[in-house]
C-alpha cells in the first residue's frame, strides 16, 4: 500500500465524500476539508480510519479565502509531511429565475466554486511544483461546457472558468504536475435531492443509460486522473454523464 496524501476540498458530502473513500481503499492518507458539515466530516473520518485503517484528520476551511487555504496547506504538511494530490470538489449551487437571483448569490458561487479553485491551485499545487511531484483533479460539471440552465447561469459559469483554470495550470505547471478536470452530468448527491420529480423524469430521458450516476462513479474517475494508470493524461477533461 502506498501511503500518498490527498486533499479533498468539499469532502464529507456527496462527490466529495465518496472520492474520500476511494482513496482510502487505496491506501491514503486522507485530509477531509469541510466548511460548515464537521458532524459529517469527523464521521466520515472515523469510518475510513476504522474500515480501511489509513490515517485521515479533518480541517475546517473556507477555500474562497486565503488565508483559510494557506491554513489547509500549513496543517496537513504538519502532519503528513508532503501533499501528493489534491481534489477540488468544494462547490455550491444556488439555482433560482434570473428576476430573483441577487448579486450574494451570484458571489458565493463564483467564489466557492472558481476562486476557491484559483486559490488552492495557487498555493497547495505551488507546493507541488516546488517538489515537482504531484496531481490536481479539479472537479468541473458538463454545466461549464454545453448544459445550460438559465437557473444556474452563475454555476455554469463558475464551471466553466475551472475548466479554464485547470488548463493554464497544468501549463504553468508543467511537465511535474498533471492537472485534470472530472466533468459529472446528473449525480445523486444532495444538491439534487430536492429537484422536481417531473424534471428528473425529463432529463433522464437525455442520458443514455437512463439514470443519474452514483458519487461513487465520479470517484472512481478522479482516483483513476490521479493516479499511475493516467501517467500521460494531463490539461484534459473527462465528461462522466452517462452519454447526456
Not at 501533499?83 to 441577487?102: C, E, P, R, S, W
Not at 437557473?151 to 459559469?157: N, P, V, W
Request: with cysteine.
Amino acid at each position: 500500500m502506498c501511503k500518498k496524501t490527498v486533499i479533498v476540498t468539499g469532502g464529507s458530502r456527496g462527490i466529495g465524500r465518496a472520492t474520500v473513500i476511494e482513496f482510502a481503499k487505496n491506501g491514503y492518507n486522507v485530509v477531509i476539508n469541510y466548511r460548515y458539515s464537521k458532524e459529517d466530516a469527523e464521521e466520515l473520518r472515523k469510518y475510513i480510519e476504522e474500515t480501511y485503517k489509513v490515517s485521515s484528520i479533518t480541517l475546517q476551511a473556507d477555500v474562497s479565502k486565503e488565508e483559510d487555504v494557506k491554513f489547509l496547506l500549513k496543517n496537513t504538511l504538519n502532519i503528513f509531511s508532503t501533499i501528493d494530490v489534491l481534489v477540488n470538489n468544494a462547490g455550491v449551487a444556488h439555482d433560482n429565475f434570473l428576476q430573483f437571483k441577487t448579486t450574494e448569490e451570484f458571489l458565493d458561487t463564483i467564489n466557492t466554486n472558481l476562486l476557491g479553485v484559483f486559490l488552492t491551485c495557487k498555493y497547495i499545487g505551488g507546493y507541488m511544483f516546488e517538489k515537482k511531484s504531484g496531481c490536481i483533479v479539479n472537479v468541473s460539471s458538463t454545466n461549464g461546457i454545453d448544459t445550460l440552465y438559465p437557473e444556474s447561469m452563475d454555476y455554469d459559469a463558475s464551471k466553466a472558468g475551472v475548466i479554464s483554470l485547470t488548463k493554464n495550470f497544468a501549463n504553468l505547471y508543467s511537465p511535474y504536475i498533471r492537472v485534470n478536470s472530472v466533468a459529472p452530468g446528473w449525480v445523486n448527491t444532495d444538491m439534487n435531492k430536492d429537484l422536481d420529480k417531473d424534471f428528473i423524469d425529463v432529463e433522464i430521458e437525455k442520458i443514455m443509460l437512463r439514470r443519474f450516476a452514483e458519487p461513487s462513479e465520479i470517484a472512481n474517475v478522479i482516483k483513476f486522473l490521479a493516479g499511475d494508470e493516467a501517467s500521460y493524461i494531463n490539461s484534459t477533461v473527462v465528461r462522466v454523464d452517462g452519454g447526456f
